[in-house]
């Protein structure tokens, strides 16, 4: 089998809006073979970019696109092709956008593999440990009380989540409005059902963070995401040090080294790498290994379409240290509707992984097309 062409297809909806909601566009990746399967990934970054990085020509002879580093190549050699990507791109991929456009690819050979050989990508990973995971409610933080409350009810009422996490939106104004936003959270959630707090990079100053954090111990929170900018590594060591509360991070960061990097220094206790960011499933299950390793669970970060969620949980079949599915929970036509049959919980708010060759997932070309740019 050869890999005969990688296509990017950048898939937008029709107005963005300046908020933290990565699921109003995305690269899908089609590695298509002279067989006839198509693998499919995506990937979250800037669309655009990925396209530039899978399709630009060759500078030289560490510099060359994605897309001519691969065609011609076997798609079934996969970690080999994540190393000569890797290198053949060394000048701009080492890091950043250059490894996102190669998590794409990867997933995308991957869901090659299960296809070929009639299996969901967890059993070439390792095999099953679960055939379902308890799902959490992800959605950004609303600016008032009533809007937490309208919004955890809206929630409740469409799915019996296994907890709920407010991120971005709000957070970040004061420290008041910070402890003030989580009471709230907690109280609309109840006491017994987990709550999660994503500060989305906002906190800048340390001491504020931990007498932010202090206040959050109160509430009882199962963790707290990325306080800092995630650069900051000292201080999520500081700060993880000092407070009870679960420090959570990962989603920014690519490659075993810059995890090596957060898990050596950065007193993180969650782990959370985005498929479609960290180098794809190959480097996913590389840090789910870092991660076990220490003693840590892996919560992959996935704010996307049905896609990055297909791939998601064939990770999260294949590893011990799977705790919770991010489930992103805004509305928007992508996050539903970009994948035939969109995941749904089941009546205790778990989602089944697919048995199905491959990351399990079928795209929704009405939808693809109407929204190509
Ligand atoms: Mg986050």
């Known amino acids: 089998m050869k890999i005969t062409d990688v296509e990017v297809i950048v898939v937008r909806q029709n107005e963005v809006k300046m908020i933290g909601d990565g699921s109003q ?13 198509t693998g499919i990934g995506e990937v979250d970054s800037s669309p655009e970019v990925v396209k530039a990085i899978v399709e630009t020509p060759a500078s030289h002879d560490q510099c060359r696109g994605l897309k001519e580093i691969l065609v011609g190549e076997n798609p079934l050699n996969i970690e080999y092709l994540w190393y000569k990507m890797y290198h053949y791109s060394y000048y701009y991929t080492r890091r950043s956008v250059g490894i996102h456009a190669m998590s794409g690819i990867d997933i995308a050979l991957w869901d090659i593999a299960g296809k070929k050989m009639g299996v969901p990508v967890s059993m070439l990973i390792g095999g099953r440990f679960r055939e379902k995971i308890p799902a959490y409610c992800s959605v950004l933080m ?10 955890v009810a809206h929630h409740k009422a469409d799915c019996n989540y296994n907890g709920y996490k407010f991120g971005w939106g709000a957070l970040g104004e004061s420290e008041e409005k910070d402890i003030e936003l989580v009471e709230y959270c907690r109280q609309a959630v109840g006491e017994n059902t987990r709550l999660m707090i994503d500060i989305g990079m906002r906190w800048t100053d340390y001491k504020y963070a931990l007498r932010v954090s202090k206040e959050y111990e109160k509430q009882k929170i199962y963790w707290l995401e990325e306080p800092f900018a995630p650069d900051r590594t000292e201080d999520f060591g500081r700060l993880g040090d000092n407070i009870s509360i679960s ?19 950065g007193s993180v206790d969650i782990v959370q790498p985005d498929m479609s960011r960290c180098g794809g499933i190959t480097m996913a299950k590389k840090i789910a290994d870092m991660a076990q390793l220490r003693g840590k669970k892996l919560i992959p970060h996935a704010f996307k379409t049905g896609i990055l969620m297909g791939a998601t949980l064939q990770l999260i079949a294949a590893i011990p240290n799977a705790d919770m599915l991010e489930y992103c929970a805004q509305e928007t036509v992508l996050s539903k509707q970009l994948v035939k049959n969109h995941f749904q919980l089941d ?17 929704n070309m009405d939808v693809l097309d109407t929204y190509r740019r």
């Open 142 to 151: 609303p600016g008032t009380k009533e809007e937490i409350d309208e919004l």
């Open 25 to 37: 566009d995305t690269a899908v990746i089609l590695v298509h073979t002279d067989e006839g399967i």
């Open 347 to 363: 009546s205790d708010g778990y989602v089944h992984i697919p048995t199905a060759p491959g990351i399990g997932v079928e795209l």
């Open 247 to 265: 420090l959570a991070s990962g989603e920014e960061f690519g490659t075993m080294y810059e995890f090596k990097e957060m898990l050596d220094h």
